[in-house]
T-cell receptor
């Protein structure tokens, strides 16, 4: 089968750093994606890792360890607007995405 | 350019009725995906079209659900004999092709079955 696990909720304060972990179990693994979704909005792409290591895009970074079937999204210098749901998604070799249940991040002043 | 569009944005229907949801992908995108998202939940894969290949229908929850994609562009998701458990937001996404890793999502159709 296939499964992804990520924490359901995370709370942090403005300016802090937060890490959202994702572990997965799937066949045909090709890469790990991260999407952000604000309440009532559509998911938007944040980052993608096909190889082990860290990918940095501004305040957001994403990490992948294929041998551990594990990845994380790191958000730095948190802002109130970062309050949203964050989904990890396994990309299979067919192009299909399998999403996790999402982590709700609440940023407090 | 224009993003992915979906219509209607909201649909309220009575149990047992059929509904059709429409998705217009980004022009030139060959891959098109349908997902379902229940309140506070993750995205559940439904079906995936890639070019002229046979669609991956492995996520369709029952034979009441079907989808087609005409001319490699617009797609319609049809739900027959709707049930209350079908109530959810139905999201469509497109991408330039199988090799592209970013999917672009539409705003979704919120379906409520009464």
């Amino acid at each position: 089968g296939q499964s992804l696990e990520q924490p359901s909720e995370v709370t942090a304060v403005e300016g802090a750093i937060v890490q959202i972990n994702c572990t997965y179990q799937t066949s045909g693994f090709y890469g790990l994606s991260w999407y952000q979704q604000h309440d009532g909005g559509a998911p938007t792409f944040l980052s993608y890792n096909a190889l082990d290591g860290l990918e940095e895009t501004g305040r957001f970074s994403s990490f992948l360890s294929r041998s551990d079937s594990y990845g994380y999204l790191l958000l730095q210098e948190l802002q109130m607007k970062d309050s949203a749901s964050y989904f990890c998604a396994v990309r299979r070799n067919t192009g299909k995405l399998i999403f996790g249940q999402g982590t709700t991040l609440q940023v407090k002043p | 350019g224009a993003g992915v569009s979906q219509s209607p944005s909201n649909k309220v229907t009575e149990k047992g009725k059929d509904v059709e949801l429409r998705c217009d992908p980004i022009s030139g995108h060959t891959a098109l995906y349908w997902y379902r998202q229940s309140l506070g939940q993750g995205l559940e894969f439904l079906i995936y079209f890639q070019g002229n290949s046979a669609p991956d229908k492995s996520g369709l929850p029952s034979d009441r659900f079907s989808a087609e994609r005409t001319g490699g562009s617009v797609s319609t998701l049809t739900i027959q004999r709707t049930q209350q458990e079908d109530s959810a937001v139905y999201l469509c996404a497109s991408s330039p092709g199988t090799g592209a890793y970013e999917q672009y999502f539409g705003p979704g159709t919120r379906l409520t079955v009464t």
